[in-house]
């Protein structure tokens, strides 16, 4: 679909300007009410709700829809600010159909988005994030951000820079009341999160904001005496209601605008509207729109799981109005069917080979002592304490919590054995997890404490490229000391279920040629994973814009992992898939 360009010249110019003229004046009959803002990720130690408030603003209502609130988008902007740094402004501008919110840090623009109620569409270009200020991010990242350094490079594939949402077509209302355009905050939610990594969210008595949306359903609060969590306070509210039509409606509408928008397989899977593939393919159209809660919570569950796409799924349903108990059933496709059996099969394989390891020895090594067999399913990052001894020296525990730790000190008893030559990683359960842990573990395995990962942003056409160097041995220096592709030869054991991480790390290493495969091919998942509420709370967890591959700098062309990668050794899955000694006589024989 072509973009529309921006109503304004270049993204360096202050002043702005729409080259609208006509547009649509939905006069809707509205109210205004007070809402408080709370930032949960700032509680006391009592979990008071009212230790995180925020501000108080003056919402409007449609009347006869009491339960969505619409906000201006310098409203919306307004939330931010307790995240800005001293030198970032959130400055706004306007003209007849369109509101242009901007931030800038010294002087210089870091975002910018236009909101156009003529056109019914959201252009944005750069990151509210990149302004806040130092600490403002409430997760403990200690860990991930220890002994790593990253040298970054970006460009885009087209001339249009920019991020195109339009919003027409799926029955968002929005209207203007004393010249001001007002929108509902669902749609200002979905549209501004991955630019801002921040959620706004109304749980119908208050708007609820947090970056830790992984838990979002578990913090818990107090509330005029009472303990809540952001559902069951919705719920309060909710009870002996019947769901209203038009929240059915409203939900419904953001949930297609958000997988048109926001769903990164959608060109892959030759998608070009989700409204058209629920309708023709499979009939979840209108179970979106049921007044059914049964059907209605099948159908968002179906929505999701027939994409047949493992970083796609509907993780929690709405309780409010009675979806939960149906919205968690699983129907995948095939692919996802064939994975989890492969799943299951390895799982018995590798437990019978693996059965004598101890947290002393947990390596498999060949009888010749060359080969050693090392396995991990996910990449994770500990906390400060997991971590961290009090004088910031690296705990002996710390890989018992830590993928990178865990891996560096088994490289090291390895080192010290004197015998081994090869060293094979399985990932052939590995699900993926922390971007920045695979990273750390690419430089861990190459010879000279450099990689390479890109991804793309098919949002904005963007390319990011990230170099990363680590110093595994704390010494202050980011050099070839501290990596270990000049000690072994490492190979991957990958398989189907090398999923996300677990399949662009096998795909960057056999690019870089640090590594070998050997095994089955992995099993894709190129996107990084986004998570959205709806405003009903139905919790979509989805692959993102994000694209993860590899950049041709010559050709000027980005391609993704989906596919997965081929094994340079190929190994079937039987009783021999975890013997390390014939996995060694192939390495040795290849």
């Known amino acids: 679909m072509k973009k529309r360009l921006f109503s304004f010249i270049a993204l360096s110019a202050i002043a702005l300007t729409s080259c609208s003229f006509f547009g649509n004046q939905n006069n809707y009959k509205s109210y205004e009410k007070e809402i408080s803002v709370y930032n949960i990720d700032d509680l006391d130690e009592e979990s008071n709700l009212s230790s995180g408030y925020q501000k108080t603003i003056n919402a409007r209502f449609i009347e006869g829809e009491d339960l969505i609130p619409y906000l201006t988008l310098k409203q919306y902007a307004s939330l931010y600010d307790i995240h800005l740094a001293d ?287 090392f396995s991990f399913d996910s990449f994770v990052f500990g906390t400060t304490d997991q971590v961290f001894n009090d004088d910031e020296s690296i705990k002996d525990t710390a890989g018992n919590y830590d993928t990178f730790y865990k891996l560096l000190f088994a490289l090291k008893d390895l080192q010290n054995l004197g015998t081994v030559k090869n060293v094979i990683f399985d990932i052939s359960l590995n699900g ?52 270990y592709g000049n000690l072994f030869n490492f190979y991957l054991l990958t398989s189907d279920c090398s999923f996300s991480c677990g399949n662009a790390l096998p795909c960057c290493a056999k690019e870089a040629n640090i590594a070998k495969i050997i095994g089955q091919k992995s099993g894709g998942g190129e996107c990084a994973v986004s998570v959205h509420y709806l405003p009903n709370s139905e919790y979509v967890y989805h692959s993102s814009n994000l694209h993860i591959g590899y950049f041709d700098n010559e050709t000027n062309t980005f391609e993704g992992f989906e596919d997965g990668v081929t094994p340079d050794i190929e190994v079937e899955i039987g009783s021999s898939f975890y013997s390390v000694d014939y996995l060694n006589t192939l390495i040795q024989n290849a």
């Not at 990689?451 to 050099?479: C, E, G, L, W």
């Open 432 to 483: 993926g997890g922390v971007v920045g842990v695979m990273l750390k573990v690419l430089s861990l395995m190459s010879k000279d404490n450099s990689s390479t990962f890109a991804m793309y942003d098919d949002s904005t056409t963007q390319v990011s490229i990230y170099v990363p160097h680590i110093d595994s041995n704390n010494d202050k220096k980011y050099d070839s000391t501290d990596s």
């Open 87 to 373: 030198n970032a402004k959130s400055a706004f501008d306007k003209s007849v159909f369109s509101d242009i919110w901007s931030i800038t840090i010294d002087d210089q623009i870091c975002f910018v988005a236009q909101a156009d109620s003529s056109f019914n569409d959201f252009l944005i270009a750069g990151s509210i994030e990149s302004a806040y200020y130092e600490g403002d991010d409430p997760r403990d990242l200690k860990a991930l951000n220890y002994g790593i350094d990253i040298d970054f490079d970006g460009k885009y594939l087209s001339d249009e820079t920019y991020a195109y949402h339009p919003f027409d077509g799926y029955g968002i209302k929005h209207f203007t009341y004393e010249r001001e355009t007002y929108y509902p905050l669902g749609l200002l939610d979905i549209t501004f999160y991955d630019f801002s990594g921040i959620y706004f969210t109304y749980n119908y008595k208050h708007i609820i904001s947090t970056r830790d949306v992984e838990n979002y359903n578990d913090i818990k609060y107090i509330d005029e005496g009472k303990e809540y969590d952001f559902n069951h306070q919705m719920e309060e509210v909710a009870k002996n209601l019947s769901t209203p039509s038009y929240l059915i409606k409203y939900n419904a509408g953001l949930f297609l605008y958000l997988m048109d928008n926001f769903y990164g397989l959608k060109e892959q899977k030759g998608i070009q509207s989700f409204a058209s593939y629920y309708k023709r393919n499979h009939g979840i159209y209108s179970d979106l729109f049921s007044s059914f809660d049964d059907v209605r919570g099948m159908g968002y569950s179906d929505a999701l799981s027939i994409l047949d796409d493992n970083h796609t799924i509907l993780v929690s349903a709405n309780e409010s109005w009675n979806e939960s108990q149906f919205g968690l059933i699983r129907r995948y496709g095939e692919r996802c069917k064939n994975r989890t059996k492969t799943k299951s099969t390895l799982q018995t394989l590798r437990q019978s080979a693996y059965k004598n390891l101890t947290p002393e020895k947990d390596y498999l090594l060949s009888e010749d002592g060359k080969t050693a067999l």
